[in-house]
C-alpha cells in the first residue's frame, strides 16, 4: 500500500499529525497498536486546563477523521520494521486480529454469554472485562473486540451474535507500506510504581498511582465514578506523593511535566466528592507551568489542602490507616500524616519498544532523523496543548519530506 505519510501512534498527538496532514491532501496511513483510538487521554477523568472530558475533545477529532478520506487509520496494528530512507520508506505492519468486523453494532450481546473474565487493562485491573468486550463507552472504533490472550473460543459469543460480526478464525495479516515520512507519536506508559519499595505500592491495597485515580474518578470507570478506598470506604484524607520515582536516578532521572498539575487536578476530584476531606500533597517544588500557575494559585487556596515540602521517605499502614513520612525541607522537621489513601505522581515513561530503523535517546524517547520525526510524548513528557502543537509541526515537518 503507498502513503505518503506514515504516523505510528493513534493517541492525540498521532490523531492530530494524521489530521492535519490529510486535511492538507497528504495521504496519511495510521497505525495504532490498541483496539482503539485516543491513547492515554482517553483514560483521562478529566484534562486540564479546562477540566473538560477528553472524549469532548477527541469527539472533534474523530469528526474530523471521518470526513478526511484522505486519512485511512489501522487498530491492532504494529510496525514491525523500517527499512530505506527519507522519501522512500518500506514499512511492515502486522495488524493482528480482531476478531469482530464492521458489522457490529456494539449491542452486547456477545458480553453477555461470554463465560471468560479477564483483568482490563484500560482500567488498570481496577475491574475485570470480558475476552470480548468494548474498552469504554467512548471508544473509537466503536466496537467490540476479542482479546486472545483470554479468549478460550467457545464460540458462544458467535452463537450469540445476529449480525454474523464474530469470526474466531480471524488471522494475523503482514502488510507492506511505502510512505514518504514517518511522525512517531508512540507516547507513554506509566512508571511501574512496583520498584518504589518505600511507597508501598503492590503491598497495601490503598496506595494508588495517578492514573489509577484518573480511572477511579470516571464515569465509565471502576466505580462509576465515585472515589473511594479499595475496600470501599468513603475518603476522609488522601495524600499525594509527588515525584513518584520521577527526578530520581534510580527510576526517571528526568521530570514528567504534567505531574505536579495531574494531582492538583486530582485533588479537584477529591473535593467535589468530599467537601471536608484533607489533602494532602507532598513535593519536591510544584511545576506548573505558563498559565497553570493560575490553577496551582486557585487549588492552593483551598485551605484544607496542605501543602509539605518534602520528598516522601515512606508509606506505612498501622490499624488500617496509611501513614506517610517525608521530612519538611522548609522546617527540617519530621512530617506525618495518617490518611485512607496515597496517590503516587508516577511519571511518563516512553512506550515504544523496539523497533528497526527508529532510534531512542538514553530515556527511551524517539530520537528525530531524516524523514522520521517524533511528536508528543514519544519525543518528551508534554501536556496535551503541546502535545498538540508538536504533533503539527511535525505534520508540517512530515509535509515538506512529502513534497520533496
Ligand atoms: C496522571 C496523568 C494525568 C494527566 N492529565 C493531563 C491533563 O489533565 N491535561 C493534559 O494536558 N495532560 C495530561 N496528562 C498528559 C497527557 O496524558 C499526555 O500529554 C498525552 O497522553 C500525550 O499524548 P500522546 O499522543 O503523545 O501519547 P499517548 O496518549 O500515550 O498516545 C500514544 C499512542 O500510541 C500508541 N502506540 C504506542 N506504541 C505503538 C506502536 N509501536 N505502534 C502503534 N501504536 C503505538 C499507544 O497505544 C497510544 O494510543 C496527564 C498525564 C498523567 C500521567
Redesign the pocket.
Known sequence: MAGEILV?????????AAIEAAETGYDVIL????P?????????N????K?CPPFCGLEIFFKRMKSTPKLKYFTN???LEIRGEEGNFNVKVKLKPRYVNENCTACGACREVCPVEAPDDYNFGLKTKKAIDIPSIMAMPFRYYIDDRYCNKCGECVSACKYNAINLEEEEKIIDLNVASIIV??????YDATKLDNLGYGKFKNVI???E??RLASLNGPTGGKIQTMDGRDIESIAFVQCAGSRDENHLPYC????C???L??ATYVREQYPDAKIYIFYIDIRAFGRYEDFFAKVKADENIELIKGKVAKVEEKDGKLVVTAEDTLTGEKEQREVDMVVL????QP???P?PGIEVDEYGFVKPKPGIIP?????M???????NE??TGAALKAIQVARR
Open positions: 505510528i501512534g493513534g493517541g492525540i498527538a498521532g490523531l492530530t497505525v495504532e497498536k490498541n482503539y483510538l485516543g491513547g492515554r487521554v482517553s483514560q483521562l478529566k484534562y486540564f486546563p477540566l496494528a504494529e510496525v507519536a508512540t507516547g507513554w506508559k506509566p498511582t495517578n492514573m485515580m484518573e514528567s511535566a504534567v505531574c498539575l495531574a494531582s487536578k486530582q505522581a508516577t511519571g511518563m512506550a515504544i519498544e523497533i511528536a508528543g510524548v514519544a519525543a513528557p508534554m501536556d496535551v496543548a503541546s502535545a508538536s504533533a
